[in-house]
T-cell receptor, first 116, second 114 residues
Framework: DAGVIQSPRHEVTEMGQEVTLRCKPI?????LFWYRQTMMRGLELLIY????????DSGMPEDRFSAKMPNASFSTLKIQPSEPRDSAVYFC??????????????FGPGTRLLVL | SQQGEEDPQALSIQEGENATMNCSYK?????LQWYRQNSGRGLVHLILIRSNEREKHSGRLRVTLDTSKKSSSLLITASRAADTASYFCATVYISSGSARQLTFGSGTQLTVLP
């Protein structure tokens, strides 16, 4: 199993540019989570999907952030326009089965975003 | 504010020694999980303990849960240099109605010296 796949692994962009982060969950998992990790705020849950439907997006910091899951094998997190304070490592995680959604989560390697 | 807080923030021990990390939380939980994060990598799930359990073991890991004190501890026995990583506790609790939330603590950075 390839695990959770994220791309790109590193992204450097200028303030005001659009950034799109991508995630492929583990095949068969029906829950997907987007997290942001910074030194100041730690690991924050931004949004999670169950069966491709956004369930809770209360962690999304601003309207500049949006996330989609068009199918069971792909999700995107978009920031438009990006700002320097968005610089962080963004993780995608997936879990399988309704009962397991709040148990074991499998994390991707993360995307390290730097907004100049 | 974060549901789980780890203590200590950093811990440095010699290889072969035991490492103990603590996690405190604020509200009633469904379960508590421990994750490890190696530098520059994603988090890896280590162990889960449910609110009705008091102790669980997995290899060199031992987790305890004291719901009356709202605290948990992770013990790593006979530590190895490869155990060097950040360790996070994550709590799952009911936020409103039947909705659940998972919140990570700030982590303990463990360094095991060879």
């Amino acid at each position: 199993d390839a695990g959770v796949i994220q791309s790109p692994r590193h992204e450097v962009t200028e303030m005001g540019q659009e950034v799109t982060l991508r995630c492929k969950p583990i095949s068969g998992h029906n829950s997907l989570f987007w997290y942001r990790q910074t030194m100041m705020r730690g690991l924050e849950l931004l949004i999670y999907f169950n069966n491709n439907v956004p369930i809770d997006d209360s962690g999304m910091p601003e309207d500049r952030f949006s996330a989609k899951m068009p199918n069971a094998s792909f999700s995107t997190l978009k920031i438009q326009p990006s700002e320097p304070r968005d610089s962080a490592v963004y993780f995608c995680a997936s879990s399988g089965g309704l009962a397991a959604i709040w148990e074991t989560q499998y994390f991707g390697p993360g995307t390290r975003l730097l907004v100049l | 504010s974060q549901q789980g807080e780890e203590d200590p923030q950093a811990l440095s021990i010699q290889e072969g020694e035991n490492a103990t990390m603590n996690c405190s939380y604020k509200t009633s939980i469904n379960n508590l999980q421990w994750y490890r994060q190696n530098s520059g990598r994603g988090l890896v799930h280590l162990i889960l303990i449910r609110s009705n359990e008091r102790e669980k073991h997995s290899g060199r890991l031992r987790v305890t849960l004291d719901t009356s004190k709202k605290s948990s501890s992770l013990l790593i026995t006979a530590s190895r240099a490869a155990d060097t990583a950040s360790y996070f506790c994550a709590t799952v609790y009911i936020s409103s109605g039947s909705a659940r939330q998972l919140t990570f603590g700030s982590g303990t950075q463990l360094t095991v010296l060879p």
